[in-house]
């Protein structure tokens, strides 16, 4: 009997798996959450874009109170200056952020890399815009959520309607700017100079920081001619529940629409993904270390021979100068800003030629206080933490350059930065608004700017000791500086503030920094100088210095 046995099965391999290739606005919301990680990866920019309007918020709510202004509905001021300020926080992030970081991805080759995968180039670009606009809105909610929740600001179901619509619309008119301004800069370093060198200036004469009522009638012609004094003022509408109707401000919306369109036009034209050569790519390297790297931390003097300590904090005082004047941002923000507030914020704050050169006689110890701090607490400090985060200061620990020279080199800068900003401020105020400044008094200011330049550099090495990144050194900086120029006679002056933010103010040293000089600079020769404010730096930098010492010889400072 005989039986018939089945074949052997044959083998096969298993059929091919395909995948469908995503959607478009699947890639569009990959892309996108990948531009919201980076985003909160980068403390800065949080805080500018989250935490200043937000801190805004609380400061002049706590300066200019939040008094009732109509009982029968319970109407108070805060309902009127919370809409403006969450129209800031939405600037911040479609404007300011949206072009830094789309300048820094193309100043990397990333944008040119996307170009050549499956990604279609619109919706990389959608993408960013659309990172940007999460954290727009974001910023809407937190202020005004605030508002509501602390301030009592009340939302108006009528006009609601309005409101989102105008926030959207500003939102795509900021987003398309910011890709306007891409378009046009050609590095992120001229992006975060123009894109900040313009809205901080027109948030002054746009209704969003808001001074006086008597802007001279160029200033608000100029304001009017930009799309951020309409944003601010059709939101404003949309929460004024005296003003009746649905809350459209259609002549506003129609200038937001018109500044989308022709930015768009602009953006279409211009935009180019490739690299425009000012990026600095990395230097080839040569034997470990690279030429950019060798130009960082060793002197030419130094490749010839061994120079004196002398040169080489003469070489690094020039290094370091170069580097920031490099740095858009920083040039803006310590040099142009406090000279741009002595020239426009005297013309903002009074009608009549006396009482501007009042104004600008308080303003230029003021601003002149605040380029100080920003220069050594901020600017100088942060630079030093990039190089550090580099490997450039231990590397430098390799050549015959003593660490001592670098550390003066950045001191003397600090110096050269400080002595422009008086000399600048000091020249607006007296050639625009006629301010005595008398030559007699010059010794003691220059004593003074040195006592305040060594007490905000000691604390800027302090934090340098005490924080391990970059981003961090430059978010505690920013973060605890802002805020105090609001409760020490630098941006809001005379106010009767409350007794715990009056406190603050007297211990920390910016207001004494700022009395000294006012009173150098309006005292007469022979007088007696601040010697309590002068006292307080000192001590200020005293301790500055002890934590420096402490944070030196546990080698965190350098490494």
């Known amino acids: 009997m005989t039986t018939q046995l089945d074949p052997p099965p044959v083998a096969t391999s298993p059929p091919p798996v395909t995948r469908r290739r995503p959607g478009m606005w699947t890639l569009v919301a990959v892309l996108a959450a990948h531009g919201v990680r980076a985003f909160l990866r980068t403390p800065v920019a949080a805080l500018f874009t989250l935490g200043l309007p937000v801190l805004f918020l609380v400061i002049i709510g706590a300066l200019f109170g939040n008094e009732i202004v109509e009982p029968r509905q319970g109407i ?18 479609a404007f300011c952020v949206l072009a830094v970081d789309t300048a820094l991805l193309r100043e990397r080759g990333v944008l040119l890399r996307l170009r050549g995968t499956p990604v279609p180039p619109w919706a990389v670009l959608a993408a960013r815009v659309c990172a940007a606009a999460v954290f727009a809105l974001l910023a809407v909610v937190l202020v005004i959520g605030l508002g509501v929740l602390a301030y009592d600001v009340q939302l108006i179901g009528r006009t609601a309607l309005a409101a989102t619509v105008t926030v959207l619309l500003g939102v795509a008119c900021f987003a398309a700017l910011g890709v306007a301004v891409v378009s046009l800069v050609r590095s992120s370093t001229a992006a975060q100079a123009f894109t900040n060198g313009i809205l901080i200036p027109l948030a002054f004469i746009s209704d969003v920081f808001t001074i006086s009522e008597r802007t001279p009638t160029w200033l608000e012609t100029v304001g009017w001619v930009f799309p951020l004094k309409h944003f601010a003022n059709a939101l404003a509408d949309a929460f004024n529940p005296f003003l009746p109707g649905n809350g459209f401000a259609g002549d506003h919306l129609a200038v937001l629409a018109l500044w989308t369109v022709a930015a768009l036009a602009v953006a279409r034209r211009r935009f180019r993904w490739a690299p425009t050569g000012d990026g600095r790519s990395p230097a080839p390297v040569r034997g470990g270390l690279s030429t ?19 040169a080489s904090v003469a070489v690094q ?7 920031l004047s490099r740095d858009g941002t920083g040039v803006f923000f310590a040099v142009v800003f406090p000279v741009l507030l002595v020239a426009l914020l005297p013309a903002l704050m009074a009608e009549t030629g006396e009482a501007r050169t009042e104004a600008a006689q308080v303003m230029l110890p ?9 220069v050594c607490f901020v600017t100088i400090p942060s630079g030093v933490a990039e190089a550090r985060e580099r490997g450039v200061l231990r590397r ?13 080199g950045r001191v003397g800068a600090m110096g050269a930065v400080v002595a422009t900003i008086a000399a600048l401020s000091t020249t607006v105020a007296v050639t625009g608004y006629g301010v005595d400044v008398r030559p007699a008094r010059l010794p003691a200011l220059v004593a003074v700017l040195a006592i305040g330049t060594g007490c905000f550099g000691a604390l800027g090495f302090a934090l340098l000791g005490l924080a391990r990144r970059g981003q961090t050194v430059t978010a505690v900086a920013l973060g605890t500086l802002l805020p105090l120029g609001f409760i020490s006679d630098v941006f809001v002056v005379g106010a009767q503030m409350p007794a715990v933010l009056a406190t603050v103010g007297d211990v920390l040293p910016l207001t004494h920094l700022v009395h000294a000089l006012d009173d150098t600079l309006a005292g007469t020769a022979g007088s007696a100088p601040a010697w309590g404010d002068l006292a307080v730096l000192a001590a200020w930098g005293a301790a500055g210095l002890i934590v420096v010492a402490v944070t030196a010889r546990r080698a965190t400072l350098i490494r």
Do not use: D, K, N
């Open 366 to 374: 003021a601003m002149t206080a605040y380029g100080v701090a920003i």
């Open 76 to 93: 108070r001021v805060a309902q009127f200056f919370t809409p403006v300020l969450a129209v800031f926080g939405v600037a911040e992030a």
């Open 292 to 310: 950019s790297t060798a130009s960082e931390v060793l002197p030419r003097s130094l490749r010839r021979g061994r120079p004196t300590p002398w």
């Open 317 to 323: 005082v020039g290094y370091a100068l170069r580097v």
């Open 396 to 408: 430098m620990r390799g050549t015959p350059m003593p660490e001592w020279a670098y550390v003066a």
